[in-house]
T-cell receptor
């Protein structure tokens, strides 16, 4: 299947700092990427839909000023957690749809805010 | 409202057994139904998917059964192995690549040696 690469896989930061997570589709172009948050032993919670060249669409309850999403090219979307706090600690996963409609996920990024 | 309902929440089977995970959906506009396998600390991996024009699809030891009239689909794992121990998610979506996927709540499968 298609490959979606996510980086970094783990990040630890101090409270109040910002963290950027990158998501790349390695072998296909993705006009749409999705960002999820997953709590332990829970399902995937959609945070936002990232569209290349336009503003992201955020799900209800997700703070767009805290979770900045940029989809600058057909192969790269970034999620920046601004002014991170301990409650932002979580597992963040990106995904992209291939041309056949399949959804491929990145490896996930574990964020720990101290 | 949960668009896709998944059961059971957890499942324990002996090696060689056939675990079955069930999902149900409401939106008849859904036309793509994948299953994902997730190991701890990793992103979900696409396992197998089906479209509503067929009632069954097999890939290796994994089989999806699809019942369009009942709006249900299920995953069967033949000859299960301890390495199949993972969390499985069903999902549903519409064909347009801009549409989001709706996920079930997940099933934690444990295969005992």
């Amino acid at each position: 299947g298609a490959v979606v690469s996510q980086h970094p896989s783990r990040v630890i930061c101090k409270s109040g700092t910002s963290v950027k997570i990158e998501c790349r589709s390695l072998d296909f172009q993705a006009t749409t990427m999705f960002w999820y948050r997953q709590f332990p032993k829970k399902s995937l919670m959609l945070m936002a839909t990232s569209n290349e060249g336009s503003k992201a669409t955020y799900e209800q309850g997700v703070e767009k000023d805290k979770f900045l999403i940029n989809h600058a090219s057909l192969t790269l979307s970034t999620l920046t957690v601004t002014s991170a706090h301990p409650e932002d600690s979580s597992f963040y996963i990106c995904s992209a749809r291939g041309w056949g409609g399949e959804l491929f996920f990145g490896e996930g990024s574990r964020l720990t805010v101290l | 409202q949960q668009q896709v309902k998944q059961s059971p929440q957890s499942l324990i089977v002996q090696k060689g057994g056939i675990p079955i995970i069930n999902c149900a959906y409401e939106n008849t506009a859904f036309d793509y139904f994948p299953w994902y396998q997730q190991f701890p600390g990793k992103g979900p991996a696409l396992l197998i998917a089906i479209r509503p024009d067929v009632s069954e699809k097999k890939e290796g030891r994994f089989t999806i059964s699809f019942n369009k009239s009942a709006k249900q689909f299920s995953l069967h794992i033949m000859d299960s192995q301890p390495g199949d121990s993972a969390t499985y998610f069903c999902a549903a979506s519409m064909k347009d690549t801009g549409n989001q996927f709706y996920f079930g709540t997940g099933t934690s499968l444990t295969v005992i040696p």
